[in-house]
């Protein structure tokens, strides 16, 4: 559905990398706290050793029947040990900190990398949508220009330039309400474990259908509805709504004059199940992976035809999730394309 080509990379360009240097840092709080920990256990350690040596000493001293020298030697023996002893934990001690310092080393590079990824998946984010904002803005800007640069406007040529100017707000709004939904969806106060009320999946789909009728009427395209009496689920309303509309509306951008988008509502097993079939261009199989994300469209053929932001499938998985279903896409490139929602049924 929605795929468009990642418009823009993340923005690395400053000369030092936070994430490089808070892996560092990481790096070095684990090492002092393993050092910290292999220094009082190797302390603890030698403590005991000694205080076992001491008292094996006095014992040897007290029982020794052979006289000062050889109780001599035994306690120079003792003491050999324990430096002994000592040059053992300090070289055990020196290859855990070292070994510690690598493992600490990937750890912080583990324990970053979700970060690293969501700081990531926000700039790709912001800078897809400046790009999306930008375009109709620049067409806007150069049509206006044109047009003052004109000697002479009739009144047609001055009505092309508002209504193509209104194109392309009404574009921009589309695109300002969809961040908004997605902002939306994305709160925290939207994923709570609130008690949710019963609802008939089937009677949500009719509605929402019947809010899209005239713009599949006017695109020529047929709307069909099969749902098997009531498919009750524990959901949020409106937010399901705006998720089935996002998921129908995209079928209808992608399905040419003529054809047809089948919405299916029916029960498998403990699940209620949504489908969104259309008959259109389909997906290559190289986008499917991708088609949830932000201002994805996938190939231009399709990026034509939708002319939309790319955050239908994007807000429609972010709600399924909330409610603890799934979202999922087969496709045959040319054959039309659909989107399959499933939630735990009542």
Partial sequence: MHRSKRFAAPATGSRSDPFRTARLKLTLLYLATIALV??????????????????????????EMEGERLA???RAGLEEYLEHLGRSIIVADAITIAAGGVLGYLLAARTLRPIKEAVEAEQRFFANAAHDLRTPL??????????????????????????????????????VEQILDLAKTRSPRASGTRSLPRLDLGALAAETLQRLARRAEERGIRMTHDASGPVLIAGDAPALERALYNVIENAIAYTPRGGCVTVRVRRDGGDAVLDVADTGIGIAPEDLPHITEPFFRGDKARSVHSGGAGLGLTIAKTVVDEHRGSLHVTSVPGSGATVSLRFPAL
């Avoid at 030698?46 to 029982?63: K, T």
């Avoid at 004109?150 to 574009?171: F, N, Y």
């Fill in 38 to 63: 292999v220094s009082v256990l190797s302390w603890a350690l030698y403590e005991f050793h000694a205080h076992d040596v001491e008292g094996l000493e006095r014992r040897r001293s007290a029982d």
């Fill in 72 to 74: 001599e030697d035994a």
């Fill in 138 to 175: 620049a067409v806007m800007q150069s049509e206006a220009e044109v047009a003052l640069r004109s000697r002479e406007l009739d009144p047609k040529e001055a009505r092309s330039v508002i209504q193509s100017s209104l194109e392309e707000l009404r574009r921009m709004s589309g695109m």
